[in-house]
T-cell receptor, first 112, second 114 residues
């Protein structure tokens, strides 16, 4: 069965600094990979997804993620963080046969 | 386009009472998922439907929980009787055919059982 690990429970970055959120997955075949963001009091919103092809995928709000098969990773990045990016971020992995499995999330705080 | 609509947004009730959460998926989506989110356990998949048919309810914690999808545009999650440990945020999500399709989430129902 597939699984997702987000090693960082909470990350704090300064506004304008770069960001990288880590995600590691376990799955035998090529997975479908997703990043979602959850703002307080709201549901999860899709940031980006990877199915195949170019391993660097662009998403909304200036986010990107890179699929690295050799490292079983799908890390989320943003070159310059804005205060409005403060939220909870979830990585998820899926296959063709089962629903998505979500990581436990990484809470991002942004300081001035 | 209207997203996934959940009601109520907040529910506060006393233990032992019946609680019904409602969800309207995005039109045309044929998968519907119910999740529970807590600080301790994170996001848990409770049950999901395909074309109104329950496919996997192994995540439903107890017999006190039940879910129905009488038609393609409506689903309910019911807890009877409710207990304080059921307090959580409950999300509904829907997607197009295929587990590789992204899920679209509602804004959730924050449930507090006193």
């Amino acid at each position: 069965a597939q699984s997702v690990t987000q090693p960082d429970i909470h990350i704090t970055v300064s506004e304008g600094a770069s960001l990288e959120l880590r995600c590691n997955y376990s799955y035998g075949a090529t997975p479908y990979l997703f990043w979602y963001v959850q703002s307080p009091g709201q549901g999860l919103q899709l940031l980006l997804k990877y199915f195949s092809g170019d391993t660097l995928v662009q998403g909304i709000k200036g986010f990107e993620a890179e699929f690295k098969r050799s490292q079983s990773s799908f890390n989320l990045r943003k070159p310059s963080v804005h205060w409005s990016d403060a939220a909870e971020y979830f990585c998820a992995v899926g296959s063709g046969n089962t629903p998505l499995v979500f990581g436990k999330g990484t809470r991002l705080s942004v300081i001035a | 386009d209207a997203g996934v609509i959940q009601s109520p947004r907040h529910e506060v009730t006393e233990m032992g009472q019946e609680v019904t959460l409602r969800c309207k998926p995005i039109s045309g989506h044929d998968y519907l998922f119910w999740y529970r989110q807590t600080m301790m356990r994170g996001l848990e998949l409770l049950i999901y439907f395909n074309n109104n048919v329950p496919i996997d309810d192994s995540g439903m914690p107890e017999d006190r929980f039940s879910a129905k999808m009488p038609n393609a545009s409506f689903s309910t999650l019911k807890i009877q009787p409710s207990e304080p440990r059921d307090s959580a945020v409950y999300f509904c999500a829907s997607s197009w055919t295929g587990y590789n399709q992204p899920q679209h989430f509602g804004d959730g129902t924050r449930l507090s059982i006193l």
